[in-house]
């Protein structure tokens, strides 16, 4: 049974939040109109209420699919070999893109730092538009802490 933990606070808030700035890529499920599900893995920032922020074509096909169903699935991991070491963060939420122009700069700022190279894509970025996913359900697990250690919030 996985412990619920109130949002925003504890140990293993911190430990998501220590988890996530050093990994890269995120794999988000969308489904398209017909209920066809896809995955894509993309490049990501987030901030300090678990939300995450991605840069993609808007002719894309997971973009396409969040006009017509923003609702998605993130998983975020390593790449472990021993189930020891397995730490993950598995979450529902709603995926839009920023239109607020200082959330825009904010995130923007903080992806320019995780990911420098962007810079090497001026075409790409011109064309490229901020999006953000929004969690309602997040699973932490930790195998470092025991087999099967987990916590879960609800965010909505």
Known sequence: MAEVAPPHTGEA??????FLS??????????DESGRPYAASLYFVHDERLRLYFLSSPESRH????TARPEVAVTIH??????????GLQLTGIADPVEDPEERERMMIRY?????FIQELPQ????????????RWVRWIDNTRGFGYRVE????
């Open 13 to 18: 808030w911190e430990a998501v939040l220590r």
């Open 22 to 31: 050093q990994r890269s890529t995120l794999t988000m499920a969308t489904a």
């Open 63 to 66: 973009v396409r699919h969040l």
């Open 78 to 87: 390593g790449e472990p070999w021993d189930w020891k070491t397995i730490q």
């Open 112 to 116: 320019r730092a995780k990911f420098p």
């Open 124 to 135: 790409a970025l011109a064309h490229a538009r901020l999006y953000r996913v929004t969690p």
């Open 153 to 156: 919030w609800r965010l909505e």
